[in-house]
């Protein structure tokens, strides 16, 4: 008996020491999920870790209050302001940054009590920091550290006597920093990669459950699980911008960068597609093709009778190897020896043939061909990330699929980068900036010292703020917005969390060291509630400094909504680049782009010379991404006009669904060489043609609307696919593949028309091509 209870109550615990770690597990995933690579985290701790230090020696030392807030903000600033990927230019930064901290306090202790002169160094010195940007990562950090500097200054009233003091004080910071960014938390760009390798694997991974749960999704469930998918897709997307921005500094050999950035490329698409041809097959009973839009406009639903879920023996397989596919994408090469993952990965990679897959409708039977793509893709990114695998255990399709991959891996020659010509004098965006901010900043300086005589920097540190990393009006009012939300919750916090600190100082402290990481870690994020956090943090300074009071929180309010209305005023005044210029300049750039890769591709496709497809898809992509960035003020819950929030999404996840197309053309276009099955057609040119007019035609528009352009439509490319005409019926033929490809970006092109304006000529009917005789 006592053997009996014994057992049960260990089993007792071990269920709830499972149950805990199923949890920690869950809340991991979460975080990483919302954190390619620990980014922000890392960033985070980092700060954090150099404030503690900073505040834990100089409490040693026995400072006043005041020197333990200008420490903390100084190692703060020091922290964040170091930009520079690799460790000797960090150093080097360092370093220069101690002497513009040290020049910048002098400057605001001696000028501080000449009002007149002090506001109008102030304002030049905005200048020079937001001038500095166009020197790169380093002349952005000086730049922040030199404003910032200035404003503690401000802050803690250091006058010339106590100037000698508070040198010690920001060499400390700067030590403490040093300490805390070679010592305690120490980054490297080969690190950051290697992360952001890990996190695209998961997200890839997550991407494919995602899949998993679209098979089995209920009428109930299925719009949920849709949205998940979208979601997960444009996550993968964003990781793999993130490698494609660190893959430079991260990769000392050039050609394993291209060699990794084709890879990431490779998965991202097969995943892509793999995602577009199950909702296909979830529609196909009812004879309806799944639209890609329904992978990038929120809001779309699945074709009506696509709700039901997939039971049938095809489809429990087709379970079963995608939980595979997910296995082999999580798991490491060192951890892969053995028969089974060599067995998953064999029959996975056969239905690349024909003969291979099961016997099920044509539309389920593509989604397992798109399964054997996305294993091959999955081989190449695991050799690309884990180094040459065991093949001892591979099937001929398998080694058919390693071949191809070696062969790709063979051909990938260094390209060199086209030099653009940068703008000058006013047109340069940071020479604007420089001037816009510095206009804001006056303007600040005198209503904030209306408002009031001691704390009027608030009014210029908004303006400040309001203006980094925005490029037009829209996004500076947006960004003001959000800045007087995040002030206005943080006061109402900062009430509350005073009163219950009172006079207890180091519990102050704790809540500013919470602040800070909560401030860094949400930043890149949710501007609001980062300013929440930074409202909150600076309400437990003044309570060290013995200066709240519920008014000081209220004219914080105040500064910050004035300092918010002047970068505005600037902004829309002085040199303005309104939204829908910037828009329509982002817009042309992305249609451009993809005129260059649907073109090349249709060319290599139709027999032409072989072009770096893989460069071109992914500038398609960061054109993508900025346009999408920039329309964030259009769609902006605030913005007053409807129809253009509702338009902008309609257009941007039309271009998503274009990019995606034109990415999958790409893709084929480069296995052109390598595959045999595969072969060039030069009638397809005559296909693509029109397609890349149109494309240009809105590009034209876009940029001049008075411009005397149209769109041309012709009969739809689908027909093709009949028997007689280009198409081939056997899976891997160039005729067949692209051709639905092509159909649907020419429908997403057209369809761009509409919400553009551009006119349609519907009076075209002779054929696209002509039929085979």
């Known amino acids: 008996m006592l053997d009996e209870i014994t ?208 098979l089995d999704a209920g009428p109930d469930d299925v719009d949920d699980v849709l949205e998940d998918l979208r979601v997960r897709t444009a996550r993968l997307d964003e990781t793999a911008l993130m490698i494609q921005g660190r893959l430079e500094d991260g990769t000392p050999d050039p050609a394993v960068a291209r060699q990794l950035q084709r890879r990431i490329a490779d998965a991202e698409i097969a995943a892509e597609r793999l995602g577009l041809l199950l909702l296909t097959a979830r529609s196909a009973e009812q004879a309806k093709q799944a639209d890609t839009l329904t992978l990038h406009l929120p809001g779309a639903h699945l074709p009506p009778g696509a709700e039901l879920p997939m039971r049938d023996a095809p489809t429990a397989a087709l379970r079963r190897d995608l939980e595979s596919l997910r296995l082999l994408v999580l798991r490491p090469a060192r951890e892969s020896t053995g028969m089974a993952l060599a067995h998953v990965r064999n029959r996975l990679l056969g239905y690349r043939e024909d003969e291979k897959l099961p016997d099920a409708s044509p539309a389920v039977q593509d989604v397992f061909r798109g399964l054997g793509e996305a294993t091959r893709a999955v081989v190449g990114l695991r050799t690309a990330l884990d180094g040459p695998q065991d093949e001892s255990d591979d099937s001929p399709a398998t080694t058919r699929s390693r071949e191809e991959l070696e062969a790709e891996d063979a051909v990938i020659r260094g390209t060199e980068e086209a030099t653009e010509t940068e703008p000058t004098g006013l047109r340069r965006g940071t020479t604007r900036a420089a001037v816009q901010v510095s206009v804001g900043s006056a303007l ?213 669904t274009c990019a995606y197309h034109a990415r999958a053309l790409a893709a084929t276009a480069e296995l052109l060489p390598l595959k045999p099955s595969i072969a060039a057609d030069p009638r397809l040119r005559e296909v693509g043609s029109r397609i890349v007019r149109n494309i240009e035609a809105i590009a034209a528009h876009v940029t001049d609307p008075h411009a005397k352009t149209e769109v041309m439509t012709g009969p739809s490319i689908a027909s093709l696919l009949k028997p007689g005409t280009l198409a081939t019926p056997r899976w891997g033929q160039v005729t067949d593949r692209v051709l639905r490809q092509l159909q649907r970006l020419d429908e997403a092109v057209l369809g761009l028309a509409r919400p553009l304006r551009v006119p349609v000529n519907r009076g075209q009917d002779e054929p696209a091509v002509k039929p085979v005789t």
């Open 444 to 656: 600040a300086i005198a209503g904030g010292e209306l408002l009031s005589g001691q704390r009027w920097y608030w009014a210029v540190v908004t303006c400040w703020l309001v203006f980094i990393n925005t490029s037009s009006t829209g996004e500076i009012l947006v960004k003001g917005y959000r800045r007087v939300l995040g002030t206005v919750l943080g006061v109402v916090a900062g009430v509350g969390l005073a009163g219950l600190v009172g006079p207890r100082s180091w519990t102050a402290f704790v809540l500013v060291l919470l602040f800070i990481f909560a401030m860094w870690y949400f930043a890149p994020v949710s501007y609001t509630l980062m300013s929440f956090f930074v409202t909150g943090a600076l309400g437990m300074l003044y309570t060290l400094l013995h200066t709240y009071s519920v008014d000081v929180l209220v004219l914080r309010i105040e500064e910050t909504v004035l300092g918010a209305a002047c970068g505005v005023i600037a902004a829309a005044f002085v040199l303005p680049v309104h939204t829908d210029f910037r828009t329509n300049e982002l817009l042309a750039d992305v249609l451009d782009r993809l005129a260059d890769v649907t073109r090349a591709a249709v060319d290599q496709l139709s027999g032409g010379p072989p072009t770096d497809l893989l460069d071109m898809a992914r500038e398609l992509d960061q054109a993508l991404a900025d346009l999408r960035e920039s329309t964030r003020p259009l769609t902006h819950p605030i913005s007053p006009q409807r129809s253009r929030r509702n338009t902008a999404r309609y257009v941007v996840a039309l271009l998503e």
């Open 7 to 214: 057992a049960g109550h260990g089993r007792e615990h071990s269920g709830v020491r499972t149950a805990d770690r199923s949890v920690r597990a869950k809340l991991w995933d979460r975080i990483a999920a919302s954190d390619p690579g620990l980014l922000r985290l890392t960033t985070a701790l980092r700060i954090v870790m150099s404030v503690a230090l900073t505040l834990a020696v100089l409490a040693f030392l026995r400072v006043d209050v005041s020197h333990l807030v200008a420490g903390a903000m100084t190692a703060m600033a020091a922290t964040y302001g170091v930009r520079d990927k690799q460790r000797g230019p960090q150093a080097l930064t360092l370093a220069l940054g101690l002497l513009v901290a040290l020049v910048s306090v002098s400057l605001g202790a001696l000028l501080n009590p000449l009002v007149v002169v002090g506001d109008l160094f102030f304002v030049a010195l905005i200048f020079g920091a937001v001038y500095s940007r166009r020197f790169g990562e380093r002349g952005t950090g000086l730049g922040v550290i030199a404003f910032q500097l200035y404003f503690i200054s401000v802050f803690v009233h250091v006058t010339p006597e106590t100037l000698t003091a508070m040198y010690g004080t920001i060499v400390i910071a700067f030590a403490c920093s040093t300490v805390a960014r070679f010592a305690l938390a120490p980054h490297s760009p080969e690190g950051i990669l290697e992360r952001l390798r890990q996190a695209f694997r998961a997200r890839l991974a997550q991407l494919i459950d995602a899949q998993i749960e679209l």
